[in-house]
Each structure stands twice: as structure tokens, then as C-alpha cells.
């Protein structure tokens, strides 16, 4: 699996006629992280590989595609190893939750609230992961449309000012927005869209529950 992902890196990379040291001072780290990551020796966390994929001016999913096609009815089967590698390859694969259609006011992540299951690499998921289908266009300056699924790490706390959180606000509304807060304790929920009015919350009178932080996005053809 991780072997595939390095190759998708490497590919990438080339076609935006990166070295691997360039590469690596755009994301932070050396140039042997790069050559390890490509090579399948290092694995890599969902987080890096979504500012991976930003920087390389890819979706999320070209690197974590899989090669294995379905097999009709017509279709000749795999046998000996070409039928293991597709087991192993399903067998690295989990999936983790949908969450339908949710009603203002409910904690978002509940079992009444899941539609279906989104499959992703096991290694990488760890029970923290949900999918959402995102509604409206208020964060298409983030470049999360309507209809995208979002990939939410499960945690109750934000990681840093301008970080996108999926939130519940005044026990209302649940919103996808990014989070900044002031010096004072005041925080205010920006959508990606000047269309889109700000959510100011004022320290000690609004109550804000953090239900998870954006982590990436996968896009798919309206329909599925």
C-alpha cells in the first residue's frame, strides 16, 4: 500500500519537475523523508499526505487510488499471485463512516447519524476518521464544493489559528468553518466565501463544541 502511495508521490513530484530536496522544503522536512516516503520505507499519516497533495497540486484520492479493477461476468479470473495481491490489497483497505443528513442541534458523530462507509487504507484510519458530505458552497475558497465528502480527524480540540474544524455552535448548528480566535478568548468561524457572513462568538456567552478538524477532501462525480 505504501509502496503504491511513493510511486504516486514520485510521479507527481516529476511532473511538476521537483527534486526531492525541493519538495521537502516545500512540506518541512529533508529530502531524505521525501526519498523514503517514495520508496515505501516511511509511512505517511493522512495529515501529511493532504499537504502532499496540496503541494503537488493533486486531489487527496489520486494517492490513494487503488489499480484493481472489478471483474465481470466475461471477465477472465485472476489466479495464483495476481488474485493474492488483490486479496492483500482489500484486506489494507477499512472503511470508515458516512455521515448522512444531520439535524441542527445532535452531536454530529452518532450511529443514527451514518449512511455509509467510505473505504480507506486501515493503516492510516485508526478508528479517528469520519467522512462528511459537505452541503452549500461556503467553503469553496478552500476548494471543498457542494457534494465533496470531507475527511474529519475525530478530536475536540483545535491544533492551530486558521485550522478548518467541524464544530457545533450555541448546541444549534453544526458548520464547517475556519477557526480563528483573538488574544481575548473570542473566536470567530470563517467560511471561504465572501458570500457567506463571519460566526462571531464571544468568550464566556457562546458555547462552541470542537467534533473534529479538517484533514482533506474527496470528490466524486454528483450521483455517488
Same mark, same amino acid.
Given at each position: #500500500?505504501?509502496?503504491?502511495?511513493?510511486?504516486?508521490?514520485?510521479? +507527481?513530484? $516529476?511532473?511538476? @519537475?521537483?527534486? !526531492?530536496?525541493?519538495? *521537502?522544503?516545500?512540506?518541512?522536512?529533508?529530502?531524505?523523508?521525501?526519498?523514503?516516503?517514495?520508496?515505501?520505507?516511511?509511512?505517511?499519516?493522512?495529515?501529511?499526505?493532504?499537504?502532499?497533495?496540496?503541494?503537488?497540486?493533486?486531489?487527496?484520492?489520486?494517492?490513494?487510488?487503488?489499480?484493481?479493477?472489478?471483474?465481470?461476468?466475461?471477465?477472465?479470473?485472476?489466479?495464483?499471485?495476481?488474485?493474492?495481491?488483490?486479496?492483500?490489497?482489500?484486506?489494507? #483497505?477499512?472503511?470508515?463512516?458516512?455521515?448522512?443528513?444531520?439535524? +441542527?442541534? $445532535?452531536?454530529? @458523530?452518532?450511529? !443514527?447519524?451514518?449512511? *455509509?462507509?467510505?473505504?480507506?487504507?486501515?493503516?492510516?484510519?485508526?478508528?479517528?476518521?469520519?467522512?462528511?458530505?459537505?452541503?452549500?458552497?461556503?467553503?469553496?475558497?478552500?476548494?471543498?464544493?457542494?457534494?465533496?465528502?470531507?475527511?474529519?480527524?475525530?478530536?475536540?480540540?483545535?491544533?492551530?489559528?486558521?485550522?478548518?474544524?467541524?464544530?457545533?455552535?450555541?448546541?444549534?448548528?453544526?458548520?464547517?468553518?475556519?477557526?480563528?480566535?483573538?488574544?481575548?478568548?473570542?473566536?470567530?468561524?470563517?467560511?471561504?466565501?465572501?458570500?457567506?457572513?463571519?460566526?462571531?462568538?464571544?468568550?464566556?456567552?457562546?458555547?462552541?463544541?470542537?467534533?473534529?478538524?479538517?484533514?482533506?477532501?474527496?470528490?466524486?462525480?454528483?450521483?455517488?
Amino acid at each position: #500500500m505504501y509502496f503504491k502511495i511513493g510511486a504516486r508521490i514520485k510521479k +507527481a513530484r $516529476e511532473e511538476k @519537475y521537483l527534486t !526531492q530536496a525541493e519538495l *521537502g522544503v516545500k512540506l518541512g522536512v529533508s529530502a531524505t523523508a521525501i526519498n523514503y516516503y517514495e520508496k515505501g520505507k516511511r509511512k505517511i499519516g493522512i495529515d501529511d499526505l493532504y499537504r502532499m497533495a496540496n503541494a503537488l497540486g493533486k486531489p487527496l484520492e489520486y494517492f490513494l487510488g487503488r489499480d484493481v479493477g472489478s471483474v465481470g461476468r466475461g471477465d477472465k479470473q485472476p489466479s495464483g499471485s495476481n488474485r493474492e495481491n488483490i486479496n492483500n490489497t482489500f484486506n489494507d #483497505m477499512t472503511g470508515i463512516p458516512v455521515l448522512g443528513t444531520v439535524s +441542527a442541534g $445532535e452531536l454530529l @458523530y452518532s450511529e !443514527q447519524n451514518i449512511s *455509509g462507509y467510505l473505504p480507506f487504507p486501515r493503516k492510516m484510519a485508526d478508528g479517528k476518521y469520519f467522512a462528511l458530505r459537505v452541503k452549500g458552497d461556503s467553503m469553496t475558497g478552500e476548494g471543498i464544493y457542494d457534494g465533496d465528502l470531507v475527511l474529519i480527524r475525530r478530536q475536540s480540540h483545535v491544533d492551530f489559528n486558521g485550522q478548518i474544524v467541524c464544530a457545533l455552535v450555541n448546541g444549534e448548528e453544526n458548520t464547517l468553518k475556519i477557526f480563528l480566535q483573538d488574544e481575548n478568548g473570542n473566536i470567530l468561524l470563517k467560511a471561504a466565501n465572501p458570500a457567506y457572513p463571519d460566526i462571531v462568538l464571544q468568550h464566556g456567552k457562546d458555547a462552541l463544541v470542537i467534533q473534529g478538524v479538517f484533514a482533506g477532501v474527496f470528490k466524486f462525480p454528483k450521483g455517488l
